[in-house]
């Protein structure tokens, strides 16, 4: 083989590897067409932040509630032993 034959070997095997790892690239972590900029009209931080303070009152008032039930069924029972 002749020293430019060689070398033409050589670049073609290195750029045909390029192009097989391009190829085999995108299998590993899947394809994705597309970008993370611009608007973002899901959920912001904000609502759920917002979403998660009326969750604790909704769970508190709640609580509240079984307690009063609670405490009635209690004095119920207590008066019918006396």
């Keep these: 083989m002749k020293l430019d034959e060689k070398v033409l070997l050589g670049?073609?095997?290195?750029?045909?590897g390029a192009v097989?790892?391009?190829?085999?690239?995108?299998?590993k972590k899947g394809i994705y067409c597309g970008n993370n900029n611009g608007n973002n009209y899901g959920d912001s931080s904000e609502e759920n932040e917002n979403d998660e303070d009326v969750?604790?009152?909704?769970?508190e008032e709640a609580i509240d509630e079984i307690?009063?039930?609670i405490n009635?069924?209690?004095?119920?029972?207590?008066?019918?032993?006396?």
């Design 11 to 16: 670049a073609a095997c290195f750029f045909a």
């Design 20 to 27: 097989a790892g391009f190829l085999i690239a995108p299998i």
């Design 55 to 59: 969750s604790v009152k909704s769970e």
């Design 67 to 69: 307690n009063k039930v």
């Design 72 to 82: 009635e069924v209690a004095k119920e029972m207590s008066k019918e032993e006396k």
